[in-house]
């Protein structure tokens, strides 16, 4: 399509917008960020080393293994790539690397529980607007950010408990540590038409 139409279908829906009688819901495309999300999830597992989990069952108990073991949190090249996902909510006052190292009492970004500002970083870089996802260092906050936003015309995610649906990649499932089961599960949905 020709940038002229491109303008011309633009105009088309700026000018029909302005004529609605009642808001038109954001044009945020939730099953592309869906996809996104999966994108940039499995690019910053390439960026950790892949590394997989292995469980399997011994002597009755659950034995963990990691096989090869690539890149861990506290590791120099993991450095930056966890500060990244801090500095997206505003955290950016760590010692460096090597001042980590040097001294105990640093403040290092590997130091502090980091898998909601994780999901926070591939949301965002997966292109959820603000306004639909509000990334924080705690997981609870903005799951209930996610659950009052729900009921919203232009909600891209809605929660679903685990007994009425399946989970798929790139969906955000929560529980609590507790074993609890939290009606928190998410998955995008296509935007609302007006």
């Not at 011994?58 to 450095?79: F, N, S, T």
């Not at 950016?92 to 090597?98: C, G, I």
């Not at 649906?165 to 935007?191: F, L, N, Q, S």
Request: charged residues 30%; hydrophobic residues 40%.
């Amino acid at each position: 399509m020709s940038n002229r139409r491109i303008a011309g279908a633009l105009f088309v829906l700026l000018a029909l917008a302005a004529c609605a009688e009642r808001p038109v819901p954001s044009l945020v495309d939730g099953p592309a960020i869906w996809r996104n999300s999966i994108a940039v999830a499995e690019g910053e597992w390439q960026r950790f080393g892949g590394q997989v989990v292995h469980i399997r069952e011994e002597d009755g108990g659950e034995v963990r293994a990691i096989d090869p073991v690539r890149l861990w949190e506290d590791d120099y090249k993991a450095y930056e790539p966890l500060r990244e996902y801090w500095g997206l909510i505003g955290v950016d006052d760590f010692d460096s690397w090597s001042d980590c190292y040097s001294d105990f009492g640093k403040r290092c970004p590997w130091q502090l529980p980091w898998s909601a500002v994780f999901i926070s970083y591939v949301l965002i870089e997966a292109g959820a607007p603000p306004s639909v996802f509000e990334p924080d260092a705690e997981h609870w906050d903005y799951v209930r950010f996610l659950i009052r936003r729900s009921k919203q015309p232009d909600a891209i995610f809605e929660p679903r408990t685990i007994d009425d649906y399946r989970p798929v990649p790139g969906d955000i499932i929560c529980k609590t540590r507790a074993g609890a089961d939290a009606p928190c599960r998410r998955r995008p949905r296509e935007p609302r038409t007006p």
